[in-house]
């Protein structure tokens, strides 16, 4: 539905607590079947779910995102986390899906392995990342994208400010995901 309505493709949310990182988790994957216990069957979930999008809409159109031991929604992948996001991120790269979008939240071993197993675009995202360090994982040759969420949700104008070097508004994380209309959403200033 989404590409009917006119976008240009989707992202699978394999991360953040939510239904497939739940999958991941070696403590919310309390399973017994075929998509519980080892690392293949907990994974098991994430390569169905893309198999589908993708005969769905393109592999072009596909990106998919993982949170390797973050632990919002308390998912915890475990001591195997690392094994884990290996055995995922290879099947996956099978795919040639449009890219990968991996929320960073430290654990640059993963990371590392990340970009190993994965051919296609990388997308970074660190947590708290401040602006000066916005482009290390590109120096480093480490990531080929980054993401910029919440300087762009407080910056309407963010392309415009980073060209011409105009100071950034800061994200409120107050009320960032909290239901309040369009504070904190659409009520952030341009520079103009």
């Keep these: 539905m989404a590409i009917e309505a006119g976008a240009d493709g989707v992202e699978i949310h394999g991360a953040n607590g939510y239904l497939i990182h739940q999958f991941l988790g070696a403590n919310s994957n309390q399973r017994a079947d075929e998509y519980g216990g080892s690392i293949a069957n907990r994974i098991r979930f994430a390569i169905e779910v893309t198999q589908v999008v993708v005969e769905e809409i393109g592999s072009e159109h596909t990106g998919f995102r993982v949170s390797p031991l973050n632990l919002l929604g308390g998912v915890n992948e475990g001591e195997h986390a690392a094994e884990l996001y290996h055995a995922l991120v290879s099947q996956l790269n099978e795919f040639h899906l449009a890219y990968l979008h991996m929320m960073h939240v430290g654990h640059e071993d993963i990371l590392n392995q990340v970009r190993l197993d994965w051919d296609g675009p990388l997308m970074v995202n660190r947590a708290n990342r401040s602006l000066e360090k916005l482009t290390v994982d590109l120096d480093n040759h480490v990531a080929d994208l980054v993401s910029v969420g919440n300087y ?34 659409t009520d952030y200033p341009t520079a103009d």
């Design 152 to 185: 762009a949700l407080a910056n309407p104008d963010l392309v415009a400010r980073l060209k011409n070097k105009i100071p950034l508004n800061k994200p409120n994380p107050e009320t960032i995901y909290v239901n309040n209309g369009a504070v904190g959403y």
